[in-house]
């Protein structure tokens, strides 16, 4: 009932910032809590942040706290993710989700097909 799309991902350098954004079809996204999860070459898929039904409650990954925002268009049924001061590390493929969000765990329930991320040193 959802579908999710992403964009705006590519390469940037260390230090620079990026905007990815998820859009979502249908009326039934502002049912769901949103996430992004990323997925580094060789790893397994890892949380980066979420985002509640109303955008009142976030939750994000220590190794992005204070780096990322997350946050939800109604008007443009849209999810954002703005990336700041960009490591390497960072470098992965970023997948936009749609399920649950209970406390500090996310149960997801639809997916995007990802938009790749590469930081350059």
């Known amino acids: 009932q959802v579908r999710l799309v992403e964009s705006g991902g590519g390469l940037v350098q260390a230090g620079g910032s990026l905007r990815l954004s998820c859009a979502a079809s249908?009326?039934?996204?502002?049912?769901?809590?949103m996430a992004w999860f990323r997925q580094a070459p060789g790893k397994e898929r890892e949380f980066v942040a979420a985002?509640?039904?109303?955008?009142?409650?976030?939750s994000y990954a220590d190794s992005v706290k204070g780096r990322f925002t997350i946050s939800r268009d109604y008007a443009k049924n849209t999810v954002d993710l703005q990336m700041n001061s960009l490591k390497p590390e960072d470098t992965a493929v970023y997948y936009c989700a749609a399920g649950t969000l209970h406390g500090h765990t996310f149960t997801p329930t639809y997916w995007g097909k990802g938009t790749p991320v590469t930081v350059s040193s």
């Open positions: 249908g009326r039934t996204f502002s049912g769901y809590d």
């Open positions: 985002i509640s039904v109303s955008g009142g409650y976030t």
